[in-house]
């Protein structure tokens, strides 16, 4: 049977399941499983939901996402199983949980805080375009480099990730390095396609953020290191955040005549004399 007329029998077995139930409804194309499970642990619902949600599950690996986040370890069992027949998932959120199988076509990744995943698993998600490895200690250069499809990547307060696989992935369009105190200029300077970029607190400096002119979005916030003569090449920018930024001046501010976004909490740099010049300003933020 082909993969369309599985997925209308899978999602008419999953509304019969819910027929009759405080579940009644449509099934959605995603889905979010929280703590879901948690439910599963009681004697009257167990079978119910279990059932339920098995059958959701099916139906809604044969469209785009599925996330599960918080699940219980009793269950992984029964997720593993279900995901393991769900090659066709292509977003998965992971937080604190083991389970991940052969879904070679997953495009979206949160391992955010993992501690079980590891190299052995990840790279062979060769199609990965967004991967979230925030605070992650298991992933490393290792399986990274192999990625090099990716578009997004989050390495905020990430230790173990270095240049010597981020500077390989020249695709990227969104980098976060909120806290990163491994990632330097040596594989930054290498992404000129990015179009958002996050410094906040970071230790990348002027050398690489002068050549990033494809940004559109870039976060300075309690950052010391860049400087005017960096920024006022950005002239690409449409949202700019400088909350607690003391070093940032009037000087560069006032040539981005693109801001249409401009963040100054806690600012006490930034003058009326500059944002003056960005007439296409639609929203400013600040406060002292």
């Known amino acids: 049977m082909s993969d369309k007329g599985d997925a ?8 019969s399941e819910l027929a009759g139930t405080e579940l ?41 996402h599925l996330a599960l986040t918080q699940v219980s370890k009793k269950h992984n069992r029964l997720i593993n199983t279900r995901i393991s027949r769900m090659p066709n998932i292509m977003g998965l959120a992971f937080r604190h949980n083991a389970l991940l199988n052969k879904l070679t076509n997953l495009t979206e990744l949160r391992l955010g805080h993992n501690r079980f995943i590891t190299d052995n698993t990840v790279m062979n998600l060769t199609n990965l375009t967004h991967l979230n ?15 090099t499809d990716l578009t997004s990547l989050n390495l905020c307060y990430n230790r173990v990730i270095t240049d010597n ?4 992935l020249t695709n990227l369009t969104q980098l976060e390095l909120t806290r990163n105190s491994v990632i330097t200029d040596n594989s930054v300077s290498h992404l000129t396609n990015l179009t958002h970029l996050d410094l906040w607190n970071d230790l990348i400096t002027n050398i690489s953020v002068g050549r990033l002119t ?26 700019l955040n400088l909350d ?7 000087n560069s501010v006032s040539q981005l005549t693109n801001l ?4 100054l909490y806690h600012n006490k740099v930034i003058t009326a004399n500059s944002v003056s010049h960005l007439t296409k300003l639609t929203r400013v933020n600040r406060y002292h």
């Open 8 to 15: 209308v029998d899978h999602k008419r077995a999953a509304e």
């Open 24 to 64: 009644t409804g449509t099934v959605p194309k995603r889905i979010r499983l929280n703590y879901v499970f948690e439910m599963i642990e009681s004697d009257l619902l167990g079978g119910l939901i279990e059932d339920a949600i098995g059958a959701i599950c099916d139906y809604v690996s044969l469209e785009m």
């Open 133 to 147: 490895l925030s605070d992650n200690k298991c992933i490393t250069d290792n399986s990274v480099s192999h990625l």
């Open 165 to 168: 696989s981020v500077s390989r």
């Open 214 to 239: 494809n940004l559109t979005t870039l976060n300075l916030e309690y950052n010391h290191i860049i400087k005017d003569n960096s920024v006022s090449q950005l002239t690409n920018l449409t949202h």
């Open 244 to 250: 607690y930024n003391h070093v940032i001046t009037d």
């Open 260 to 263: 249409t976004e401009l963040s």
